[in-house]
């Protein structure tokens, strides 16, 4: 693998110092706003939210940590628009998850992916893609505590839409309310050691680069659905 650019060095370090401040700032101001609704509260308790200066005072304070609040998220936007630079290309599906099995590896049975299949898109995020769904089924089969070891089933399909490549974890037994929490960062079911975002990352970068990725909710286990549009 080549060693990093200078420019690509400062990229990163620009990128992981801004969202250390943009973390810091929304810790900052979530709980300057809990602060003034515990105000609120001690008001409501002792009979003084009628008083119309302080309530006023109050009100105008939380109204300017809201825009404080909008403003991160504005940055958060504009700094993820920035970093997200895609080269599009037609790349060879069995290459991709053969990478991504390299960096997250676990038993893989593929069926039907050859190495004619092609698919488009930016090569280095579909595998990243493939890397997020991977370790958000890891994170799954443990909390769901199967026991029998995790392994992956691949199956692909070509369909009216395009290719279609079927992701089945069989021991990860979800509820319908859990199914339809997969895609919903930070409460989706997955391991304590990860966050929680693997899955809506994946989706954003299969959206990015012009696919679809789904859940089968007819099945009691994860399934994904991924849909790549005709190269």
């Known amino acids: 693998m080549s060693s990093l650019s200078d420019e ?10 801004t969202l250390g401040v943009l973390g810091h700032e929304i810790s900052n101001v ?10 609120l509260d001690k008001w409501q308790k002792k009979n003084k939210v009628t008083l119309p200066e302080p309530m006023s005072k109050l009100f105008s ?17 504009q700094l993820s628009a920035m970093t997200d630079t895609r080269t ?38 579909l595998t990243a893609m493939f890397i997020s769904l991977f370790r958000y ?9 199967a026991i029998s070891p995790m392994s992956v089933a691949l199956k692909v399909d070509q369909t009216d839409k395009g290719l279609q490549l079927t ?14 929490q997969v895609f919903k960062p930070f409460v989706s079911p997955t391991s304590p050691a990860e966050w929680g975002i693997e899955t809506s990352v994946a989706y954003r970068i299969a959206q990015k680069n012009g696919h679809s990725l789904n859940i089968d909710d007819e099945k009691e ?11």
């Open 8 to 17: 690509e060095r400062f990229k990163q370090v620009t990128l992981s110092q």
């Open 30 to 39: 979530m709980a300057i706003m809990g602060l003034r609704l515990a105000q």
């Open 61 to 77: 304070s939380l109204s300017t940590d809201l825009r404080r609040f909008d403003c991160i998220i504005s940055g958060m936007s």
């Open 88 to 125: 599009m290309q037609d790349t060879c599906l069995a290459k991709i998850i053969t990478h991504a099995l390299e960096i997250e590896p676990l038993e893989l049975l593929m069926e039907g992916i050859g190495p004619e299949l092609r698919v488009k898109g930016d090569a280095f995020q």
């Open 137 to 145: 089924g890891r994170g799954a089969h443990l909390v769901c505590g």
């Open 167 to 180: 992701m089945s974890f069989e021991q990860v037994k979800l509820t319908g309310e859990q199914l339809g």
């Open 221 to 231: 286990s994860l399934c994904f659905v991924l849909t790549f549009s005709c190269v």
